[in-house]
């Protein structure tokens, strides 16, 4: 069974950095890409970024390069994105996901929740 | 970067079928074959619907069906049930630099 389990969310001030986690199983890892998607609280989803099966290539949604880096570790079986210069409109659930071709989003973690206030 | 466009809202009684539309641009579904449709039950993840415009995963009840015309695409879901209250999102890979794109998502009543 797939799984993909998010964990580093928390409440962090403006301007701070926080690194989010996403374990997976049930699937060979780095068969695929990896991608974050992250919805704010009663919005639709946004694309976040994603990650080339063994890390080689990144793509970021515009508004966030710079500030959001997403990495692989396939031994550990682990996707991160790690945030910085963090903003309140950063406030969202922030999911792992696994990606088909053709931009296909066939699992979801849970999500972990990230709160961006003073 | 704009989205794709979806109603708001729709609503059904059981029995019944709904369709819910997603329009785009020739830059996403107008130009490639990967739309899909994810269903968001309040407090949880989304769940793959449909991919590739008409495609369900395993497990999908074939009451959901999806098509294109152009640059919109449609959901259709026939025979409502009462679970299938929720908030579903279309989406389009896309040839600009945000690869994919969302609809704002479609909030389904079952009356």
């Known amino acids: 069974e797939v799984q993909l389990v998010e964990s580093g969310g928390g409440l962090v001030q403006p301007g701070g950095s926080l690194r989010l986690s996403c374990a997976a199983s049930?699937?060979?890892?780095?068969?695929?890409?990896m991608t974050w998607v992250r919805q704010a609280p009663g919005k639709g989803l946004e694309w976040v970024a994603n990650i080339h099966q063994d890390g080689s290539e990144k793509y970021y949604v515009d508004s966030l390069r710079g500030r959001f880096t997403i990495s692989r570790d396939n031994a550990k079986n682990s996707l991160y994105l790690q945030m910085s210069s963090l903003r309140a409109e950063d406030t969202a659930v922030y999911y792992c996901?696994?990606?088909?071709?053709?931009?296909?989003?066939?699992?979801w973690g849970q999500g972990t929740l990230v709160t961006v206030s003073s | 970067q704009s989205g794709l466009t979806q109603p708001a809202s729709v609503s059904g009684s059981p029995g019944q079928s709904i369709t819910i539309s997603c329009t785009g641009s020739?830059?996403?579904?107008?130009?490639?074959?990967?739309v899909c449709w994810y269903q968001q039950h309040p407090g949880k993840a989304p769940k793959l619907l449909i991919y590739e415009v008409s495609n369900r995963p395993s497990g999908v009840p074939n009451r959901f069906s999806g098509s294109k015309s152009g640059n919109t695409a449609s959901l259709t879901i026939s025979g409502l049930q009462a679970e299938d209250e929720a908030h579903y999102y279309c989406?389009?890979?896309?040839?600009?630099?945000?690869?994919?794109?969302f609809g704002a998502g479609t909030k389904l009543t079952v009356l």
């Open positions: 989406s389009s890979y896309t040839n600009t630099f945000t690869l994919v794109v």
């Open positions: 996901v696994r990606e088909l071709p053709g931009r296909i989003f066939d699992y």
């Open positions: 049930g699937f060979t890892f780095n068969n695929y890409y």
């Open positions: 020739s830059s996403d579904i107008g130009g490639y074959k990967y």
